[in-house]
């Protein structure tokens, strides 16, 4: 049997290309909203930084791994901070594939980053960032949500690598992802596949009550 080869850009060769139609106000929108911003000094540095910490989910697992090496009693809620950023990323690329819709590719839109994939939406950096600041707020008691993930939409866009309709779609599937993950992780299947150091409650380990104190 031959093989088919991979391709290049990040689209699968085989699949048929339905794509979702960009209206041209939404063009006229993410152009406006990108002078505004690069107006901004400092905007397109931050942007990029974000970007590459955003990319895969790679900077959000990484401090959910620190999370699970320095806070112990946490330990196994920051694996759930980065299993879910994960898999929030996984589940943008999937939906990304089916929808198929093409990066803003216009005179008046200046990209200022590279993207693995040539596929806008939803975008994965809003979908796992905002997955990860749902979660590890959850975990710390930090309110990080309200003041990352406005601030990595924002960047997508000073880039002009999204349109606003993928960064707020992203954002919703991340928050849904996230929602997931929490109400998952503490059910018995999946305490039982992780290690006894990162189950919520290690079999063994609960207190014996002591019916004398309660007298």
Known sequence: MSSIPEPTDGTDAAAPTVEI?????EVRLLA?????LLAVPGSREAAVTLSHVGEHALGWMAVAAVGVAVDPPRRGRWAMVGVGSFGAHATSVVIKRVVRRRRPDHPTVAVGVSTPSKLSFPSSHATSTTAFALLAGSVSGVPVAPALVPVMLASRLVLGVH????????????????????SLWPTGAVQRVLPEALRDSPPGR????NTEENR
């Open 163 to 182: 349109y606003p309709s993928d960064v707020l779609a992203g954002a919703v599937v991340g928050a849904g992802c996230a929602a997931l993950t929490r």
């Open 21 to 25: 139609p960009v209206p041209t106000s």
């Open 32 to 36: 406006g909203i990108q002078r505004r």
């Open 206 to 209: 609960r207190p014996t009550p």
